[in-house]
């Protein structure tokens, strides 16, 4: 059974930083494309960040300069190093799994508040 496991988030004040992971139980984990995307109360889920099985990495305009995601084949795991996080970034947050199928995973709740 395939599955994504997602981790690292908690209660952080503005400004401050998280470092979510997203482990991964896949064969062939290197051929996919891992995306995270997040999900706020009341709007619709977004991808904020995106990176191939090449490592080739994307992100969105909101997060640009202040996220990095980074993934390490060996241990099937994605990070998702989040700095200078706002209010604005809270939200539940997703990983995503995609290549010939594409799976999700529970998500972790983050939450950005003094």
């Known amino acids: 059974q395939v599955q994504l496991v997602e981790s690292g988030g908690g209660l952080v004040q503005p400004g401050g930083s998280l470092r979510l992971s997203c482990a991964a139980t896949?064969?062939?984990?290197?051929?996919?494309?891992i995306e995270w995307a997040r999900q706020a109360p009341g709007k619709e889920r977004e991808s904020v960040a995106g990176?191939?099985?090449?490592?080739?990495?994307i992100y969105a305009d909101s997060v640009k300069g202040r996220f990095t995601i980074a993934r390490d084949n060996a241990k099937k795991t994605v990070y998702l190093q989040m700095n200078s996080l706002t209010p604005e970034d809270t939200a539940v947050y997703y990983c995503?799994?995609?290549?010939?199928?594409?799976?999700w995973g529970q998500g972790t709740q983050v939450t950005v508040s003094s």
């Open positions: 990176i191939t099985s090449g490592g080739g990495a």
């Open positions: 896949l064969s062939l984990f290197s051929e996919y494309t």
């Open positions: 995503k799994a995609k290549w010939s199928q594409e799976y």
